[in-house]
């Protein structure tokens, strides 16, 4: 969604307001997503941000784990937490507040200099309502559950029922009222409302309150914004029927929840899907029906205005499938984040892919040091070699990550990482095409007969990856790891073009600085990416 115009509402608050609160703090522009040609970049401080993320494990929304959570950012290089506030414990008498967890949290992240997203863990908590409050789960007259199609209860809240909705966003509100009186320097940069929300098994509500608002049309608003002529859910979306009337009611309830909030303070908002699987066309009963699956964006963009962005939980392990999440959220008008993903050492390499795709921020899931693994999803322990894998990364990238974001805002951008089988990709970016192989040794070749080698240990592992951003016709910023890059020139580039001249540096505040030139040995099998690093490429051709 466009947002240039916003206005910079951080600024209107006034001297007297931050004056009142704990903080001495000067209050900063509001943290805003910015989209133009397409691209999009998150707007931090008035500048673009890369956020370099890491969750927390889902029990670590207490004071008492703190301590276990700032040490694994620290060893990652991430600048930002994303990490739960309960419903259950703001709120655990009707009515009567509780942000002290909240204020814990803004006091220990600024003094570790960390940026904090805040996931409201409410009526939806990866569909069901284990984060709500005693009393609302106890009162099913008020808050029912959905029925399913032979009338028993459902272990999901429905999102048909307004006693639902008012209560779940009194409780949010003051969440972001609080935001709003004790975070005038914006340490939370983006909020998310929910959690991959949707219901397994019963793809909507069957009740008799739900099945009369199916039985009329589409709503007109909805048909208008898929460009359908409308009608009954059942003409409009066939088998699908069920899943979509559930997403639209869904996306509405979440989005008067975030429309509210950001009356309050206008932070970036988004929702994270449970994934249906690659497949585009899901099993309504075995998805998160409801969530912002690939295949329901249009959906969610209808009913949802107020989320800046839906984004995709990725726990698969397959290069493939997570090529075409990434592709799939990544769109012109839908920033591509990457709220969760497998902490596991194999899943580092997908930062690059998504970065490429112009990621505004990425969050393996599970950083946190309780002793909790989420294992088959995420990594069986994290190891020095597991944090490495993705603290290297972010490492490469800590210092010049707004400069990353500022770029990929403004430039041409590509990125992948390793496929199951290993096989390298080929790019072209205008005159010129990069080649990815993987498995390599930084010198010679693997075809080589005249002297014998060994494969390197990385040869059968899932690493190497590389995001590219093309800064002018010539010249492009590389950063990447266990891969080795080929440039060539494209089908109707110039004649006699080659590589010119290979820096290692770093861009600092808009200036590639350079801290030496490769050559030798360092270019002449292709340049050879082992442990993370910036470089510059400077193509050129003779007459
Ligand atoms: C996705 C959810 O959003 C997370 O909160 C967590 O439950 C993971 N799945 C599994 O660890």
Do not use: C
């Not at 133009?36 to 207490?62: C, E, T, W």
């Not at 099945?211 to 049309?217: G, R, T």
């Not at 309050?264 to 409801?290: C, E, F, R």
């Amino acid at each position: 969604m466009v947002r240039m115009k916003r206005v910079l509402a951080g600024l209107a608050l006034s001297a007297s307001m931050i004056a009142g609160v704990a903080s001495s703090q000067t209050a900063t522009e509001i943290p805003r997503i910015v989209t133009k040609g397409g691209r999009h970049a998150l707007i931090v401080d008035g500048a673009p941000f890369l956020m370099l993320g890491a969750q927390v494990n889902n029990s670590s929304n207490y004071a008492a784990a703190l301590p276990q959570v700032w040490p694994m950012l620290d060893r990652i290089h991430a600048n930002t937490v994303e990490i739960p506030i309960a419903w259950q414990q703001v709120e655990p008498v009707e009515g009567k507040f509780d942000l002290s967890f909240l204020q814990t949290l803004l006091d220990q992240a600024r003094a570790h200099d960390k940026r904090v997203v805040l996931l409201w863990f409410g009526t939806w908590k990866n569909t069901s309502p284990g984060y709500t409050p005693d009393w609302f789960k106890a009162d099913n007259r008020r808050f029912p559950r959905m029925k399913a199609k032979d009338g028993t209860d459902h272990y999901v809240h429905s999102p048909m029922f307004r006693a639902t909705l008012e209560a779940d966003k009194r409780a949010f509100v003051e969440v972001m009222r609080y935001l709003k009186a004790h975070d005038p320097q914006n340490t939370v940069i983006m909020v998310q409302p929910e959690n991959e929300v949707g219901s397994y098994r019963s793809p909507r509500d069957y009740g008799a309150q739900a099945n009369a608002v199916f039985a009329k049309p589409v709503p007109t608003e909805l048909a208008k914004a898929l460009k359908k002529p409308g009608g009954s859910w059942t003409q409009m979306f066939g088998a699908q029927a069920d899943r979509a009337f559930n997403t639209w009611h869904t996306a509405r309830f979440v989005d008067e929840i975030a429309a509210a909030g950001k009356a309050i303070k206008p932070l970036p908002m988004y929702v994270n899907a449970s994934l249906a699987g690659p497949s585009n066309v899901p099993d309504p009963t075995g998805v998160a029906s409801g969530g912002p699956q690939q295949d329901v964006l249009d959906i969610w963009k209808a009913a949802a205005p107020a989320i800046d962005f839906q984004a995709p939980d990725i726990y698969d392990r397959d290069a493939a499938h997570v090529a075409l999440y990434l592709d799939a959220y990544a769109r012109p008008d839908n920033a591509l984040m990457v709220p969760e993903i497998g902490n596991a050492k194999e899943f580092a390499r997908f930062f690059w892919a998504a970065l490429g795709r112009g990621a505004i921020g990425y969050a393996p899931f599970g950083m946190d040091d309780t002793g909790y693994f989420n294992y088959p999803l995420g990594a069986k322990a994290l190891d020095g070699e597991t944090l490495d894998a993705i603290g290297l990364k972010y490492g490469a990238l800590a210092t010049m990550g707004r400069d990353w974001a500022k770029i990929a805002f403004e430039h041409p951008t590509w990125g992948t990482a390793k496929p199951e089988d290993g096989a390298g990709q080929t790019t072209t970016m205008g005159d010129w095409t990069i080649a990815t192989s993987y498995g390599e040794w930084q010198f010679g070749q693997k075809d080589w007969t005249w002297i014998k080698s060994e494969p390197p240990t990385w040869a059968k592992e899932a690493v190497g990856g590389v995001a590219v951003a093309q800064l002018s016709p010539n010249e492009f910023l590389v950063v990447g790891d266990h891969v080795r890059l080929n440039f060539g020139t494209a089908k109707d580039g110039p004649k006699n073009g080659s590589v010119f001249r290979v820096e290692e540096g770093r861009v600092v505040d808009g200036r590639w600085v350079m801290s030496r030139i490769w050559n030798g040995d360092q270019t002449d099998y292709g340049i050879n990416l082992i442990t993370p690093v910036i470089l510059k490429v400077t193509m050129g051709s003779y007459k």
